[in-house]
């Protein structure tokens, strides 16, 4: 099966911690995203990567880290000084440079104990 | 930044019905997206207007666009079940980095 999976599903943050999110995809996508979205609300980005090896900082980076040594890997650490993470967040890919459809994971929930 | 701002916020109708949402955003676009998203799932895509475009069809979906307003709808005709979900539309802005940016969404319950 084609697409992209993150887990865990659901992961749980104790004060001060920082947790790893997992975002695997096996599309052959170039760019891969990182959003978050909290209830009621749409989603807002957090980081992005269009090559391996380089990324950007998207509109909410404060608290938040990524590394794309892998074309198909683009892990998202939350680290503790982000002081609001509890949010469900979503991992996206695109495909060719011009193809503007974003494909997404099932996404984490992420819950501060 | 949110660009986009769906209406209504939510909507309930009656199986058989059409489902009508409205999008609207602030700055140039290079296309309009929208993405359907059932409760606790990843998005999934549903849709591409480009801004040369006025009208697009799939399946049972319409989406229009009208640059002079800025704005954007989405019909879903003889609703079922299943199309329960929030929806939203993306906007890409004419900068062509390939971001997108997503509004707070519509959610729209079908009853049997």
């Known amino acids: 099966d084609g697409g992209i999976t993150q887990s865990p599903k659901y992961l749980f943050r104790k004060e001060g911690q920082n947790v790893t999110l997992s975002c695997e995809q096996n599309l052959n996508h170039d760019a891969m995203y990182w959003y978050r979205q909290d209830p009621g609300q749409g989603l807002r980005l957090i980081y992005y990567s269009q090559i391996v090896n380089d990324f950007q900082k998207g509109d909410i980076a404060e608290g938040y880290s990524v590394s794309r040594e892998k074309k198909e890997s683009f892990p998202l650490t939350v680290t503790s000084a982000q002081k609001n993470p509890t949010a469900f967040y979503l991992c996206a890919s695109r495909g060719a440079q011009y193809q503007e459809t974003q494909y997404f994971g099932p996404g984490t929930r992420l819950l501060v104990l | 930044s949110q660009q986009g701002e769906e209406d209504p916020q939510a909507l309930s109708i009656q199986e058989g019905e059409n489902a009508t949402m409205n999008c609207s955003y602030k700055?140039?676009?290079?296309?309009l997206q929208w993405y359907r998203q059932n409760s606790g799932r990843g998005l999934v895509h549903l849709i591409l207007?480009?801004?040369?475009?006025r009208e697009k069809h799939s399946g049972r979906l319409r989406v229009t666009l009208d640059t002079s307003k800025k704005s954007s709808s989405l019909l879903i005709t003889a609703s079922r079940a299943a199309d329960t979900a929030s929806y939203f539309c993306a906007t890409s802005p004419r900068s062509n980095d390939y971001k997108l940016s997503f509004g707070a969404g519509t959610t729209v319950t079908v009853r049997a």
């Open positions: 700055t140039s676009i290079n296309n």
């Open positions: 207007i480009r801004s040369n475009e």
